[in-house]
């Protein structure tokens, strides 16, 4: 309803009213949503799971570029029995005067028809059919394995599609974040008041990044706590049912734990990923940064405002001479005003001095 106000909806309260706004502005071409509006192509295609089907209403990088593909291009892309099918729609025009403003009229256009779909469509009766998870959509690509939910025989992306249709979508998703944001902010927040009241470290120390080993083996070892007594739960209480199994689990946490898990890996075995590599030389870069201020923060400015005004100042006079006699003498005057005591001070002239068998040439 936010969003909706934000693009010119005249707000009456009514969410439905506001999905209808949403749905009317961000119109797409690859918004079918049965079986039947494709040909048949795509199998047991309804409402209920058009949003999966379709590969351009993901919210992640997949959803994206087919989203953009299939405007630029008049067509829709599906995933059905593990493979993409395209299918000819009606051109979609996008405003602008050249390919990148028309590329951008594309994204917006999809992540504005994503927020009409994500608390479902204005003519569904109760929650409505949202969008998925982002990636979900790839559990249709996995035409494999063989479960019996309730007696009926599907695989592993049919188990997915099914899933999505009784409320597997990403309003549930941002639910099963919260305890694993919950897990994650807690252990840094304890690391992190452990380095500074425990073992009083300083407190740029004591902030919790991915380069302090003993933090990133906590988060994994808390990620992997959750997931097992997500999985526990999940098994007890489905009673046996892959369905109510698959429904209980949390994959934001199961995606939480391979991601920590991969990094880890990858640490370990000396192949930093990209990002971190990146992240570690900026670091780098910005504690050299930080050392060299610190040695500019000691210098005197007026002192050596003074010193270069006065070594300027010597080195226009010297400039200026025009033969020996008199760079002898301008040299005689800047030693004066810099204060240089000479080793013949205690003798008439140099002269003396050299012919002096006890002097000793010493400069301070």
């Given at each position: 309803?936010?969003?909706?106000?934000?693009?010119?909806?005249?707000?009456?309260?009514?969410?439905?009213?506001?999905?209808?706004?949403?749905?009317?502005?961000?119109?797409?071409?690859?918004?079918?949503?049965?079986s039947?509006?494709?040909?048949?192509?795509?199998?047991?295609?309804?409402?209920?799971?058009?949003?999966?089907?379709?590969?351009?209403?993901?919210?992640?990088?997949?959803?994206?570029?087919?989203?953009?593909?299939?405007?630029?291009?008049?067509?829709?892309?599906?995933?059905?029995?593990?493979?993409l099918i395209?299918?000819?729609?009606?051109t979609?025009e996008?405003?602008?005067?050249?390919?990148?403003?028309?590329?951008?009229?594309?994204?917006?256009?999809?992540?504005?028809?994503?927020?009409?779909?994500?608390?479902?469509?204005?003519?569904?009766?109760?929650?409505?059919?949202?969008?998925?998870?982002p990636?979900?959509?790839?559990?249709?690509?996995?035409?494999?394995?063989?479960?019996?939910?309730?007696?009926?025989?599907?695989?592993?992306?049919?188990?997915a599609?099914?899933?999505?249709e009784?409320?597997?979508?990403?309003?549930?998703?941002?639910?099963?974040?919260?305890?694993?944001?919950?897990?994650?902010?807690?252990?840094?927040?304890?690391?992190?008041?452990?380095?500074?009241?425990?073992?009083?470290?300083?407190?740029?120390?004591?902030?919790?990044?991915?380069?302090?080993?003993?933090?990133?083996i906590?988060?994994?070892?808390?990620?992997?706590?959750?997931?097992?007594?997500?999985?526990?739960?999940?098994?007890v209480?489905?009673?046996?049912?892959p369905?109510?199994?698959?429904?209980?689990?949390?994959?934001?946490?199961?995606?939480?734990?391979?991601?920590?898990?991969?990094?880890?890996?990858?640490?370990?075995?000396?192949?930093?990923l990209?990002?971190?590599?990146?992240?570690?030389?900026?670091?780098?870069?910005?504690?050299?940064?930080?050392?060299?201020?610190?040695?500019?923060?000691?210098?005197?400015?007026?002192?050596?405002?003074?010193?270069?005004?006065?070594?300027?100042?010597?080195?226009?006079?010297?400039?200026?001479?025009?033969?020996?006699?008199?760079?002898?003498?301008?040299?005689?005057?800047?030693?004066?005003?810099?204060?240089?005591?000479?080793?013949?001070?205690?003798?008439?002239?140099?002269?003396?001095?050299?012919?002096?068998?006890?002097?000793?040439?010493?400069?301070?």
């Amino acid at each position: 309803m936010q969003f909706a106000k934000m693009n010119g909806w005249n707000d009456n309260g009514k969410t439905k009213s506001a999905i209808g706004f949403l749905e009317g502005k961000f119109r797409v071409n690859y918004d079918q949503r049965h079986s039947g509006d494709v040909g048949g192509l795509v199998e047991h295609m309804s409402t209920k799971n058009h949003h999966m089907k379709s590969l351009a209403h993901s919210p992640s990088p997949v959803g994206l570029f087919f989203s953009v593909l299939n405007q630029f291009t008049g067509t829709s892309t599906f995933v059905s029995n593990g493979q993409l099918i395209y299918i000819n729609a009606q051109t979609q025009e996008l405003i602008g005067g050249n390919f990148i403003a028309k590329l951008f009229c594309g994204i917006a256009n999809w992540f504005g028809h994503l927020m009409s779909d994500v608390a479902g469509s204005s003519g569904a009766v109760g929650r409505g059919s949202g969008i998925v998870i982002p990636f979900y959509e790839l559990f249709n690509l996995c035409n494999l394995g063989n479960f019996n939910p309730g007696g009926a025989k599907m695989d592993l992306a049919q188990l997915a599609t099914r899933a999505f249709e009784q409320g597997y979508d990403f309003r549930f998703g941002l639910t099963q974040a919260i305890p694993v944001v919950l897990c994650d902010l807690s252990i840094r927040l304890i690391w992190a008041i452990r380095g500074y009241f425990g073992k009083h470290k300083p407190l740029k120390e004591c902030i919790p990044t991915s380069r302090h080993d003993d933090l990133r083996i906590m988060l994994l070892v808390g990620s992997g706590a959750l997931c097992i007594v997500d999985g526990i739960d999940a098994v007890v209480r489905s009673g046996g049912n892959p369905l109510a199994g698959f429904m209980r689990l949390n994959l934001i946490a199961w995606f939480r734990l391979t991601t920590l898990a991969l990094r880890e890996l990858c640490i370990r075995i000396g192949m930093p990923l990209p990002l971190q590599k990146t992240l570690d030389a900026f670091k780098r870069i910005n504690g050299a940064l930080e050392s060299y201020l610190e040695e500019l923060r000691k210098i005197d400015i007026e002192a050596f405002k003074c010193e270069t005004e006065q070594c300027h100042r010597m080195s226009d006079l010297l400039d200026g001479a025009s033969d020996e006699n008199d760079l002898n003498v301008k040299l005689h005057i800047v030693i004066e005003e810099m204060g240089i005591e000479l080793p013949w001070n205690d003798h008439d002239s140099f002269d003396d001095f050299m012919n002096d068998d006890n002097a000793r040439l010493v400069f301070d």
